[in-house]
Nanobody, 125 residues
Framework: VQLQASGGGLVQPGGSMRLSCEVS????????IGWFRQAPGKEREGISC????????YYTDSTEGRFTISVDNDKNTVYLQMADLKPEDTGVYYC???????????????????WGQGTQVTVSS
């Protein structure tokens, strides 16, 4: 089971960016995939999660309405489309999945077993 996050970089405030989480070693449709971020000096927080390729949950008031999670089952990839980015969105973004299939989405990091390596997002002018 592996997750590979990519798509980060430097973007100006107000800009957009799409992160990708490519998964391998398991059937994407049966697992919840969560996106998390860790800002400098802060704890890792849950942003959003998708399960069964359809159900989506958003955990952070500051990103809801600006961030959209989606999935392409044919490409085994989960996306996080980010719009109207703000400097406070800066951080390392991770995707993760629980140890067992059909586990519900959760905002809590300890419920996730396998993590991607993270991709840095920097929002700055």
């Amino acid at each position: 089971v592996q997750l590979q996050a990519s798509g980060g970089g430097l973007v100006q405030p107000g800009g957009s960016m799409r992160l990708s989480c490519e998964v391998s070693g398991f059937t994407l449709y049966t697992y919840a995939i969560g996106w998390f971020r860790q800002a400098p000096g802060k704890e890792r927080e849950g942003i959003s999660c998708i399960k069964n390729g359809e159900a989506t949950t958003y955990y952070t008031d500051s990103t809801e309405g600006r961030f959209t999670i989606s999935v392409d089952n044919d490409k085994n990839t989960v996306y996080l489309q980010m719009a109207d980015l703000k400097p406070e969105d800066t951080g390392v973004y991770y995707c993760a999945t629980p140890a067992r299939a059909r586990t519900d989405c959760s905002r809590y990091t300890y419920l996730y077993h396998t993590w991607g390596q993270g991709t840095q997002v920097t929002v700055s002018s």
